[in-house]
């Protein structure tokens, strides 16, 4: 697995960029999160900058007044490392790093870390490997600028590779390599699948930090962990309960969801995340005391879309409330909503109820199948 090369702490300016001055209140919410993904990568947070920029700069995404502020501002606050709330090109981190003499990362590389930090089983991990990898590969332009020096001029283009040709031949290898491992895994997954066909089947989905984990112990009795941070939970927990319930009903807690989550990470999950998209019933878990649940209920609902899970049948459920009793309450789509506190209790008996009933005309409807 790509490892970051760390020393002991990661402080940081956190970078945002906001189109016009009427986005600049949304871009500071999304600071705030960038910023609890920090702390999750056990950084230390020295500030903070927006800009106002109604496109990116090509060479440095931002303009060269801020990069000479945040360089003026890392040499005065000991910082060593700015963190960008959006993607950058190869070339802008390159630019960037160069210019503030500072490790510079973006969101993605940033999540992509904290994965790699709390993948335990080997699934998850090869998944979280490939990722990384796909999110390296083209960004490997400019490794080897001592070997282009070293072999440039005339000969340079005799035979054998560049060593820069050598690596990205090597990664690719490795990608293909960790595929297929994966399609074996999924193999082993798809077996477990067919033995799971007559089980009622309940997945939690929400983002992340939700509290889909304190619901599923509750339900299950399990003892997921449970912190009030990001991605506390990647892998995907399965437990089967029948005591209370007419069938046999198997919950599934999973990854929390979270925006401009990269792409690769989405791809390398996707088999991960079947057990969402063949489950029977979802329970979209939504956070009550969050001033941004609108906008990550909608989140959560595009990673659903992608997966191809958008039409399941599902519960919407207002978790915190006795932080929150008063929330925006979201568009349902039918879906039936709850209120609860899964840290309390408040509520359980009332979904649970509704989760019996729900298992109980799926037994039925297989009954008049097999009939």
């Known amino acids: 697995m790509i490892e970051y090369n760390k020393i002991e702490t990661e402080n940081a300016i956190l970078v945002g960029l906001a189109r016009n001055s009427k986005l600049k209140a949304g871009i500071s919410n999304s600071l705030d999160e960038l910023e609890q993904l920090a ?3 056990d950084a230390k947070v020295l500030d903070r900058r927006i ?5 990116p700069d090509p060479a440095f ?3 060269r007044g801020l990069v000479t502020e945040l360089k003026e501002l ?8 700015v963190i960008f709330d959006d993607s950058l090109a190869p070339a802008q981190q390159r630019n960037l790093e160069k210019e503030l003499e500072a490790k510079v990362i973006d969101r993605a590389v940033l999540i992509l870390d904290i994965f790699a930090n709390r993948a335990r089983t080997s ?3 090869l998944q979280v490997e490939l990722a990384q990898l ?4 083209p960004r490997l332009t400019g490794a080897w600028v ?3 020096r070293q072999y440039g001029g005339i000969g340079a283009k005799g035979p054998g590779e560049t060593q820069l040709e050598i690596d990205r031949r090597q990664v690719r290898t490795k990608i293909s390599h960790l595929k297929q491992r994966l399609k074996k895994l999924d193999v082993q997954r798809q077996t477990q699948r067919k033995k799971r066909q007559d089980q009622f089947k309940v997945a939690l989905v929400g983002y992340t930090n939700a509290g889909k984990s304190t619901l599923f112990n509750r339900l299950t009795k399990a003892k997921v962990t449970t912190a009030d941070m990001l991605f506390t939970t990647l892998d995907s927990t399965t437990r089967v309960m029948s005591s209370g319930y007419p069938c046999h009903v198997l919950f599934s807690d999973t990854v929390g969801f979270i925006k401009k989550l990269p792409h690769q990470l989405v791809e390398s999950f996707k088999s991960t995340l ?22 990550r209920a909608e989140q959560t609902r595009k990673v659903l879309d992608e997966i191809g899970a958008q039409k399941l049948p599902h519960l919407l459920i207002y978790n915190k409330v006795d932080l929150a009793p008063e929330h925006p309450v979201l568009e349902q789509g039918g879906a039936t909503s709850f209120e609860m506190s899964a840290l309390s209790g408040l509520g359980m008996a009332s979904l649970q109820a509704e989760i019996i009933a729900s298992s109980g005309r799926y037994l039925q409807t297989k009954r008049a199948l097999k009939a």
């Open 39 to 41: 702390i999750s990568a």
């Open 51 to 55: 800009q106002v920029r109604n496109r």
């Open 61 to 63: 995404f931002i303009g």
């Open 74 to 81: 890392l040499k005065v606050n000991g910082g060593n490392c």
């Open 123 to 125: 699934a998850a991990r």
């Open 134 to 137: 796909e999110y390296t590969l």
């Open 146 to 148: 001592h070997f282009s």
């Open 274 to 295: 079947e057990e969402v998209k063949l489950a029977d019933l979802l329970l979209h878990v939504v956070d009550s005391s969050d001033p941004e649940l609108t906008e």
